[in-house]
Each structure stands twice: as structure tokens, then as C-alpha cells.
């Protein structure tokens, strides 16, 4: 199992940060152009339990994502699990801390890559892949956030 962590401080409110995340048309918004985001049967409200239906295409290869909100602790905390994904595991805590005036925004991701031995082989592009993403993600959602009455 791998676990990565991505920290970024940002000047905003706890509630601005986990509604922002709560948002999943905000994927879209922090996601690197080489890769699509389709929403699939888009609901609203986020909830525990909720299930989440995607469809991401990166090189002209389709991957279907479903996962399930495991854990829902407004403002604190979100944790999504994978039903279904390229992944023969994953966990994503979205963690939200007040750190004085600015707010802590920390991803937490444990996964586990498929195809044993040749999962190992990708194991290091595979890291830098999902550690590229997710500066991506905390730059960006910085960035919107930090800027929202330009960006909202």
C-alpha cells in the first residue's frame, strides 16, 4: 500500500474550502487539461454514503471511476473510497484544518496499484503521476480560492 500527502495553506474560511470540495462540478475546475472529467449521473447534494459516478480520459483512454463517500465531518473532513477504478485500491481523505488566519488543505491518499509484478514495474511513474496531480489540484484550488470573487 502507498500513501501520499499533499498539504497547501490557503487564505480562506474552513466553510469556503469543504464547500468548495463539496461542489463535484469543482473537479473539472482543478483537474490538468490532459485529462477530462465527465460527470455521470450528477446529483446536488454530498452526503455519506453518496455515490459518485466518473468517467476521466487521458489519452484517449476512458477510465470509469465510481466512489462512495465513506466519511462526511463538515467542515473537517471527507473521505472518498473507490468501488471502481484503475486502482486495485484507493482512499482519499480530503482534510481541512484552521491554521491561525489561513486554512489547511491536506490530501491524504492511500492506494494500491494492480497487475503485481507489473503494478511494481509502474509503481514510480504511477507516484510522480499522482503527486503531479494533486499539485495541480492544491495550485489550482488555491488559486480559485484566493481569488473567489474573480473565480465563483
Known sequence: MEILT???LIDCTLEELF??????????????S??????IDYEDATYEGKIIKL?????????????????????????DVA???????WEHH?????????????DLIKYKLPFGIFGKLLAPFIKKDIENMFLYRHKQ????????????
Open 19 to 32: 464547500d468548495f470540495h463539496l461542489d463535484t462540478n469543482n473537479i473539472k475546475r482543478i483537474t490538468p
Open 141 to 152: 484550488t488555491k488559486e480559485i480560492l484566493e481569488n473567489k470573487s474573480c473565480n465563483l
Open 94 to 106: 480530503h482534510i481541512f484544518t484552521k491554521k491561525g488566519t489561513m486554512c489547511e488543505l491536506k
Open 34 to 39: 490532459h485529462t477530462k472529467v465527465e460527470l
Open 6 to 8: 499533499k498539504t497547501t
Open 83 to 89: 468501488i471502481k477504478s484503475p486502482f486495485a485500491f
Open 55 to 79: 468517467k476521466t480520459t487521458r489519452a484517449w483512454v476512458p477510465i470509469d471511476w465510481i466512489v462512495k463517500i465513506e466519511k462526511y465531518e463538515y467542515p473537517n473532513l471527507m473521505v
